[in-house]
């Protein structure tokens, strides 16, 4: 019977001297201290918890990195320039850096760890992305697949972004969704209403996100959202706008389109929507309140498959048809795509094809 | 000066004659899936040799200073065991703190030297060849510079066969297993020159 206890006590002790061992250890070696964060040369200085990764870092901190693979090294969007501190390079990181990258100290901010003083460079625009709370003002039916969500911001209470721009929506936990999840939906409203924004949602059978706003989601929930991000925008010239999208994609063209409006841009414009039938049309009344406002906008919508519809008037075929007849060439011309991926690489390459340099052609691929 | 000279005998047996991965077939699953280049190998192997060293002085000293005293070498592999894991998570932590990149590069497999069988097999084999603590540190040392010396071989020797044709069934493991085989054919081949039990 000693002999029970004493083998009993002999492990014990072993064990916890090993254990008392590795928290010694840790303390010293997984303690870093306060740490220094500088952005962009002292125009804000944090003072964080060092040991994690700089990008959870600066999300406690209310400065949002885009970031689709939520910290996991897969996507490569987390990029921040480190200038100081940023320690070596890790393989982890070189797949996603371009060399010219990678001399100009752009590192993956969810790869390295603040371990000590630190000094990045962020685009200034970032301190503007802000994680919001927001409540479901309406939902309402724009076709029979799909869907605007209108949410009203509760916290902070206004938001700035660059029409054309997109937010990361937080799908909560539901049955078929064990863990939260982002997607990526543009914002279809104007930027003069910084008091709320309008997404355009379409049913995807099986879709984490579509499933839950469509099927769960109901008027004065509460849901959280972070943004703006993206560089799909309107840039500033005198060039003839053609902007072209299919589905879905008109969230952002219309938000480009509320911009033309309400700053009184006079440049030529052309709004090419295309869908498969009649019914899939929407934002047509908005379409026509856009038209009086600006006196240079055309709009040309097409649908691929009119005849099971009977009557229409439009014009016939896909997006690509009616650029194909309406541009001669490219000369002062710019174009705004948005859309499902195929389209936007066909229309990329007609209208190259047709002479507008690529760097003049913007598009938002939507998956 | 003669226990100090078979130490230095235990010692090179180890590394040659007697090589853990290429005569006793210990080690393999990191062997295999972490040589597909010099340099992972070879800090796989600094953390190996780091690892068996000091787990076999710390198996040594507890093993006959507290079980053998207190009659308890029945708990021997649960008491292996706990060493080793308790090392190489503070061998972790170290090299997390040191070197970043290594860090990176090692991966989930810098935590599996806990379960590397040649780490537990060499703790067990100074047992039961009767080593003393000199010769057992020795055969750690040994041990691991021998299994760092197999799986940088077997690194460089992957690293040049990425340009060459091998049959498709072949490649990745298959490839892989069959040099293994040469090369521990050829280390066997000095297994008679010493005796180290």
């Known amino acids: 019977m000693d002999h029970f206890f004493l083998s009993l006590i002999a492990l014990s002790c072993l064990g916890a001297g090993l254990a008392l061992l590795l928290e010694v250890a840790d303390s010293y070696l997984g303690f870093y201290g306060e740490c220094e964060i500088d952005i962009n040369g002292g125009e804000k200085e944090l003072t964080v918890q060092g040991g994690r990764t700089l990008l959870s870092t600066l999300m406690e901190q209310g400065i949002f990195i885009p970031s689709a693979c939520g910290g996991r090294g897969s996507c490569g969007y987390c990029k921040v320039k480190v200038t100081q501190g940023g320690g070596p390079l890790l393989p982890t990181e070189t797949p996603y850096l371009e060399p010219e990258e990678v001399k100009d100290n752009v590192r993956l901010s969810c790869q390295i760890k603040v371990r000590g003083d630190i000094e990045i460079e962020i685009p200034p625009e970032l301190f503007l992305i802000k994680e919001f709370r927001s409540r479901v003002e309406s939902l309402r039916d724009l076709t029979h697949e799909m869907k605007e969500l209108r949410l009203r911001l509760i916290e902070p209470d206004t938001i700035i972004f660059k029409p054309g721009q997109y937010i990361q929506f937080q799908v909560p936990e539901y049955e078929q969704c064990p863990e939260s999840v982002y997607r990526a939906y543009s914002i279809a409203s104007p930027s003069r209403e910084p008091n709320g924004i309008s997404l355009i949602v379409t049913r995807v059978p099986g879709g984490l996100a579509t499933t839950y706003i469509h099927e769960i989601l109901k008027e004065r929930d509460e849901v959280t959202f972070n943004g703006p991000y993206g560089d799909f925008y309107l840039r500033d010239s005198t060039r003839e706008i053609f902007l072209v999208a299919t589905g879905s994609g008109l969230a952002p063209i219309m938000s480009i389109l509320y911009q033309i409006a309400n700053d009184g841009i006079s440049r030529r414009t052309t709004l090419i929507f295309g869908a498969r039938h009649k019914k899939d049309l929407f934002y047509l009344e908005e379409m026509e309140a856009l038209k009086q406002k600006i006196p240079d906008l055309e709009v040309i919508l097409t649908l691929s498959r009119p005849e099971e519809e009977g009557r229409w008037e439009g014009e016939r075929g896909r997006v690509t048809n009616v650029l194909e007849k309406i541009i001669k060439d490219g000369a002062n011309k710019e174009a705004y795509l948005c859309g499902n991926p195929a389209m936007v690489e066909s229309c990329v390459e007609l209208l190259t094809k047709k002479g507008i340099p690529g760097e003049l052609i913007f598009y938002d691929k939507f998956g | ?197």
């Open chain 2, 1 to 197: 000066m003669e226990l100090g000279l078979s130490a230095f005998i235990v010692f090179f047996a180890a590394i040659f004659t007697n090589n853990i991965l290429l005569t006793n077939f210990l080690g393999m699953c990191s062997f295999l899936a972490i040589s597909r280049e010099v340099k992972a190998s070879l800090g796989l192997g600094l953390a190996v040799i780091f690892v068996m060293t000091c787990t076999s002085a710390l198996n040594y000293l507890v093993y006959h200073y507290l079980l053998v005293p207190l009659g308890l070498e029945h708990f021997r592999f649960i008491v292996f065991i706990i060493v080793i894991a308790a090392f190489v998570q503070l061998v972790e932590m170290v090299i997390e703190r040191s070197s970043p990149v290594l860090y990176v590069v090692l991966g989930i497999f810098l935590p599996l030297i806990t379960v590397n069988c040649a780490i537990l097999g060499v703790a067990l084999f100074m047992i039961i060849r009767n080593y003393t603590f000199l010769q057992s540190v020795a055969y750690g040392a040994g041990g691991g510079i021998g299994w760092t010396l197999a799986i940088v071989a077997m690194g460089g020797i992957r690293q040049k066969l990425k340009g060459a044709n091998i049959p498709k069934p072949l490649e990745g493991p298959g490839i892989t297993l069959i040099i293994a085989g040469l090369m521990a054919l050829a280390f066997i081949g000095f297994t008679g020159m010493i005796q180290i039990q």
